[in-house]
């Protein structure tokens, strides 16, 4: 398995990365909220007691 940073061979210590900079680096873009997941809008995204009936 490899780093999912910088694709280097990973560490046991710091599985699934290579050192602690790369877990620090995945850390900060969860944080910043760079990982995101697309969302394709459509008429069923209102909430349950927003819903017309």
């Known amino acids: 398995?490899?780093?999912p940073i910088?694709?280097?061979?990973?560490d046991p210590q710091y599985r699934p990365f290579c050192s602690r900079r790369c877990a620090d680096v995945d850390l900060g873009r969860w944080l910043k909220e760079s990982y995101v997941i697309p969302?394709?809008?459509?008429e069923n995204d209102l909430p349950k007691d927003e819903e017309e009936t």
């Open 1 to 3: 398995m490899s780093c």
């Open 6 to 10: 910088c694709a280097k061979p990973t």
């Open 39 to 42: 969302v394709v809008e459509g």
